[in-house]
């Protein structure tokens, strides 16, 4: 009778644990859920937009990056100390790289010029590089990093 004693309190354990862990598969099916169908509803704005609502739909998911991110920016402002860290952050960026996307959607959010075909290239493929995360991030960044930007970017 002793044995039983000490197994039930383990086995009560062992269930909580299996109960937490079913409740966080499926927190995070059901965020990855969420994060598809924003997403998809992301690109069928992007894809469904005239050049000119594209950048200004991407000036949104740039600075909505960097926010989830930790960096704080908006066009015109802190341009060549975030190119800087973004250069040496993200191995992918370049320098000056992040300077010229701003150019391009200054040109086009404040302008109302929409860009050319190569401008937008150049603008998305800012974006792509943006969204990994450089070495070292923490769990926490990983996932202001995933989830974090979508909402605000879907606005």
Request: hydrophobic share 50%.
């Amino acid at each position: 009778r002793q044995e039983q004693a000490v197994k039930l309190p383990l086995g009560g354990l062992l269930s909580a644990l299996g109960a937490a862990a079913l409740l966080a598969a499926v927190l995070a099916l059901l965020a990855e859920l969420l994060r598809g169908i924003l997403l998809l509803l992301l690109r069928r704005s992007f894809r469904r937009a005239d050049a000119l609502e594209r950048a200004k739909r991407a000036e949104k998911v740039l600075f909505a990056l960097l926010t989830a991110k930790g960096m704080q920016a908006g066009l015109g402002w802190n341009t060549e100390q975030l190119d800087a860290w973004l250069a040496e952050t993200f191995p992918k960026v370049q320098p000056g790289e992040y300077t010229r996307v701003c150019e391009l959607l200054e040109k086009s959010v404040y302008g109302d010029i929409p860009p050319e075909i190569y401008e937008e290239r150049t603008i998305f493929a800012l974006l792509r590089k943006l969204r990994g995360l450089p070495a070292g991030s923490g769990f926490r960044a990983q996932l202001r990093s995933r989830y974090g930007w979508i909402p605000a970017a879907v606005r």
